[in-house]
C-alpha cells in the first residue's frame, strides 16, 4: 500500500474559499479518478514561520504502478485546478510512503 502524502501551507487570505474547495471539488475529484481508495485531510498543529495554515492531505493507494499511472493521466489537470484558483496562494510539497505494517487494536 502507498500513501501519496500532499503537505499544503495556504495563506490565511483564502483560506476559507481554499478549505470548501478541497473538501467539495477537489477530494471528491481525486477519488474519482478510480486510483485512491480514500483520503484523509489533517491539519498541522504546528505553526510555521512564515505564516498561513499547513494541511496534509493523504491518499491512499494500491502500489506505485497505480500512483505512476495517476501522475501521467490525472495529476497535471487537477494540480493546474489549484494554481488556476488559487494562484501563489499556497506551497505544496509531495512525499510518497510505503506502508510497512498498520496496527489496529
Do not use: C
Not at 10 to 32: F, G, R, T, Y
Not at 40 to 55: A, F, I, P, R
Not at 76 to 95: G, I, M, S, Y
Amino acid at each position: 500500500m502507498i500513501i501519496y502524502n500532499v503537505t499544503i501551507n495556504i495563506d490565511e487570505s483564502v483560506h476559507d474559499e481554499w478549505l470548501s474547495w478541497m473538501q467539495d471539488k477537489h477530494l471528491p475529484d481525486m477519488l474519482a479518478t478510480g486510483k485512491f481508495t480514500h483520503a484523509k485531510m489533517v491539519k498541522v498543529l504546528v505553526e510555521e514561520d512564515m505564516g498561513g495554515v499547513t494541511y496534509s492531505v493523504q491518499y491512499t493507494t494500491k502500489d506505485k504502478q497505480t500512483l505512476e499511472s495517476y501522475y501521467r493521466e490525472d495529476a497535471e489537470r487537477l494540480r493546474a485546478d489549484a494554481q488556476r484558483l488559487f494562484p501563489n496562494k499556497f506551497v505544496a510539497f509531495r512525499t510518497e510512503l510505503e506502508v510497512i505494517s498498520q496496527q489496529i487494536p
